[in-house]
């Protein structure tokens, strides 16, 4: 079946550090891979996507490059700030399925610090 | 301003009582989502829809109904069977097809009085 596994967290960082959130994932098809971001007492909005191996999603600072051949899709941030802190999600939607709901990961929670 | 809207905010629930969580879109999407977030499970699908009157148990369908009599509208019930209804409920909408984007409502926080 398909899974998504993402780093435990918390993370704690201090504002303008470099950000990584590992995420892997295992797919029967060819699946497109998304992060969301869910700020306190939200629901989730859309941070990036990619659809195909070697694409990189980018938003507001974030990027993300699909990895095929290590079945990953890691969030970076080259400087955070105390507004990033928020639980973030990736997930991943096998496209060779039909229409089928996302699955997600754990979240990993990130805390910035000024 | 197109989205989804999730009510009430908060909700109480008394021992034995149904209670139905409402979400409606006006993005004009055929598909619909319930997920269920606890603290540190990630989101848990409950059920979803691709289209007007089907539907779909999603990982964890029981002890919860839903309906889909317009595209607009998924409401969900919580009812007396699900023994453990204190949670986050999300309420997602996308276009039906491989690999879309889901958009989520604000959510609706259910607590067991």
């Known amino acids: 079946g398909n899974s998504v596994t993402q780093m435990e967290g918390p993370v704690t960082l201090s504002e303008e550090a470099f950000l990584t959130i590992n995420c892997t994932y295992t797919?029967?098809?060819?699946?497109?891979l998304f992060w969301y971001v869910q700020y306190p007492g939200e629901g989730l909005q859309l941070l990036l996507k990619a659809t195909k191996a070697d694409d990189k999603g980018s938003n507001k600072g974030f990027e993300a490059t699909y990895r095929k051949e290590t079945t990953s899709f890691h969030l970076e941030k080259g400087s955070v700030q105390v507004s990033d802190s928020a639980v973030y999600f990736c997930?991943?939607?096998?496209?060779?399925?039909?229409?089928?709901?996302?699955?997600f990961g754990k979240g990993t929670r990130l805390s910035v610090i000024a | 301003d197109g989205g989804i809207t999730q009510s009430p905010k908060y909700l109480f629930r008394k021992e034995g009582q149904n209670v139905t969580l409402s979400c409606e879109q006006n993005l004009n999407h055929d598909a619909m989502y319930w997920y269920r977030q606890d603290p540190g499970q990630g989101l848990r699908l409950i059920y979803y829809?691709?289209?007007?009157?089907?539907?779909q148990k999603g990982d964890i369908a029981e002890g919860y109904s839903v309906s889909r009599e317009k595209k607009e509208s998924f409401p969900l019930t919580v009812t007396s069977a699900q023994k453990n209804p204190t949670a986050f409920y999300l309420c997602a909408s996308s276009i039906v097809g491989s690999g879309e984007t889901q958009y989520f409502g604000p959510g609706t926080r259910l607590l067991v009085l």
């Open positions: 997930a991943l939607s096998d496209r060779g399925s039909g229409n089928t709901p996302l699955v």
């Open positions: 797919a029967t098809g060819y699946p497109s």
């Open positions: 829809s691709q289209i007007v009157n089907d539907f």
